[in-house]
Structure formats: structure tokens, C-alpha cells
């Protein structure tokens, strides 16, 4: 994992002189909440780009491609880091469509006063975790149950994105999570998206850290992954629906990215969920 994240929950704290460019996507088995303190930063959840401004808070759900790229100047944010399994109190008592909802948001908007609440509830989390008691951990769940009520009360959905060249590789990462299945390739990809096949190319490596077909891959294999947990289709028939063009290239894949195969990817999950 990239944050050293052990048990439930993790908060991290980065304050930044320079600003700073994640390398490529990457996704993590377990949820994030990104806080923005200062500064200014471009959040890629998906195929979502998020302007994203002090106070503004973006929700990355559990195995969700991200990454973060920066403004001009250094920044300062708080990262939350919780597992599923930490969310099934709030879920018992408010209904799973709550934390479903939050989880779709992606980029929040709080007005100030709620800005304050859920930057204090975030302080309170990085002093729990300091002081680490017996009472510490039921503190922190309370805590992150205080700030999805916030979001849920008084934030609003935002996407601010408004540079056209953006907007383009947005709109072709939108079309390849939709037509992932399909015989999808850079030059066709390319063309809906009214570029010249070099100049797209370089744009979305640019934006995504990644390669179209490394993208077009990972964005396969997510969905394989819900699929192995979620179905009792065969891995031939999970090659077929994601795209791949046989069983053993898509096991090979699957392998190389989560270091185990499709089967025992989904016998491991499986018991996992016993």
C-alpha cells in the first residue's frame, strides 16, 4: 500500500513547499476523503478532472484509478484513509444509499462554517491517532461518522474543470469506462476526440501518468475485479465481457497487476467475506 495504511483508518498530513506532480494513477483497497488546506490542486478521480480549492473536499472510493497533480505553488492537505468495514456502523443506522451517496460525489463544497467543522473534526483525528488511548479509536469513528453527516447536510456536488484541451482526454477517458469492452484503440480513441493521434498520445499521458493502453488495461482489469467478486461468471466469461482478447493473456494481466490469478483473486476475496 502506498501510506503504510494498517487497520481501519489512517490520516495523513502533508504540507508542501513545492508543488508536486503524483507520477501516474493509482488505486488502493480502501477508501480516501482528500482535504485541501491551502493551495490549489487538480484532482483525476476516474475520468473526472477536479479543480480543487482550499476547504474543498473529493472523495475517492475504494479501488477508484486517481491521482493528484499541483498548481504553481506548494499546498498543504490532509488525506483520510478508512476501510469498508469501518462504515458498516454508519451504514446500519442511516442506510447504506448514505454512504453510497457520499461515495458518488466525488468533489465537495462546504460552506465556511462546515469547512471549519470538518478541518477541526480532521484535527481531532490527527491527535487521537497521536495520543492513541484505549477510547481513541471509538473517538476517530465518531469523528469520521461527524464529517459524512457535514458532507451530507451542506456540501454540494462540484466539478470546475474548464479548460477545453482537459476536457477532450475527460471525454475519451468517459467514452473507454464506457466502451471498455469494445476493440478500443489509441486511433480511434483519438479521432472522437478531434486530435491528432501523437498530439492525444502526449496529452494523456500527460494527464493520467499512464499510456491509452495501460489505461485502457487497468480500467479492464477494475472491472474483472468486481466481477471476480461479485458473480459467478467463469474467468472466460469475465475475459469476454471485459474486452480481453483470450483467457490466458487476461490471467497474465490480471496477474501482473495484482501479483495473483483471477481465480485465486476471487477464492481469496471469497473467504475473506465469510
Not at 451517496?101 to 460552506?111: M, R
Not at 488511548?133 to 464529517?147: G, P, Q, T
Not at 465481457?241 to 501479483?259: A, P, R, T
Request: charged share 25%.
Amino acid at each position: 500500500m502506498d501510506h503504510n495504511f494498517e487497520g481501519e483508518i489512517c490520516l495523513e498530513r502533508i504540507k508542501s513547499k513545492l508543488p508536486w506532480d503524483m507520477p501516474k494513477m493509482h488505486s488502493h483497497n480502501y477508501h480516501e476523503l482528500y482535504f485541501l488546506v491551502s493551495g490549489s490542486r487538480k484532482y483525476f478521480v476516474g475520468h473526472t478532472i477536479y479543480d480543487v480549492s482550499p476547504g474543498d473536499i473529493v472523495i475517492i472510493p475504494q479501488n477508484e484509478l486517481h491521482r493528484t497533480s499541483g498548481g504553481v505553488a506548494g499546498y498543504e492537505r490532509y488525506a483520510l484513509y478508512f476501510s469498508d468495514a469501518l462504515t458498516e456502523d454508519f451504514k446500519k443506522e442511516m442506510g447504506n444509499e448514505f454512504f453510497e451517496k457520499i461515495l458518488k460525489l466525488g468533489s465537495v463544497n462546504l460552506p465556511g462554517y462546515a469547512k471549519e467543522k470538518v478541518f477541526s473534526l480532521l484535527k481531532e483525528i490527527e491527535q487521537e491517532q497521536r495520543k492513541s488511548d484505549e477510547f481513541s479509536s471509538l473517538v476517530i469513528k465518531r469523528a469520521l461518522y461527524n464529517i459524512f453527516i457535514t458532507i451530507l447536510r451542506h456540501g454540494s456536488k462540484i466539478k470546475q474543470n474548464s479548460n477545453k484541451k482537459i476536457d477532450a482526454i475527460e471525454q475519451a477517458l468517459i467514452y473507454i469506462n464506457e466502451n471498455y469492452a469494445q476493440d478500443l484503440s489509441l486511433s480511434s480513441v483519438a479521432k472522437i476526440s478531434y486530435m491528432e493521434e501523437t498530439y492525444f498520445s502526449k496529452r494523456f499521458k500527460k494527464l493520467t501518468g499512464f499510456g491509452f493502453s495501460e489505461y485502457l488495461t487497468h480500467t479492464r482489469i477494475k472491472v474483472a475485479e468486481e466481477l471476480l467478486k461479485n458473480s459467478d461468471l467463469s474467468i472466460n466469461e469475465i475475459s469476454d465481457q471485459c474486452g480481453f482478447s483470450g483467457s490466458n493473456y487476461f490471467g497474465d494481466l490480471f496477474k501482473k497487476i495484482n501479483g495473483i490469478s483471477p481465480s485465486a483473486y476471487r477464492k481469496s476475496v471469497r473467504e475473506t467475506n465469510k
